[in-house]
């Protein structure tokens, strides 16, 4: 059996990691509200919640389950995702002094920031200590 790359096993906990969260989120908080009519207060341990961010959670975790067996695919993941944190994280920091709502859809806090600075961190850590060239493969060939 291969070993796992760093952005495989990345790909694969935080996959399954957010998709747990996504779902469990529908049943403190499955408000689709928008604008001024976001819900916010609920949360799920720290983090602020609402039906949009439980979606995110989903489909983020889902593309990480889905690429988690691809070396260059989880790696492409990894960096990307990292990337898109980087951006939701300054973003954050500028909706905090904004209502705590994210483009008007998500509400945050500090624990959230926190959360996707970790994210965007570990993240492109886990793509760029992945090779973007797999390792050859030593396994004999059936004659």
Known sequence: MARRTPAQLYAL??????????????????????????????ELLLFEINGWHNVVHLVTGAIGLAVAGSVLASRTYCLAYGGVYVV?????????????????????????????????????????????QPAPTTMARAA
């Open 13 to 42: 906990i935080f996959g399954a990691v957010l998709v747990v969260v996504g779902v469990l989120g529908f049943f403190v908080e499955p408000s689709f509200s928008v604008g001024d009519e976001v819900v916010k207060g609920e």
């Open 88 to 132: 939701v994280l300054v973003l954050g920091l500028v909706a905090l002094d904004d209502r705590d709502v994210l483009l008007k859809l998500i509400p945050i806090n500090g624990a959230d920031n926190v959360l996707h600075a970790v994210l965007a961190v570990t993240g492109i850590g886990a793509g760029l200590a992945t090779p973007a």
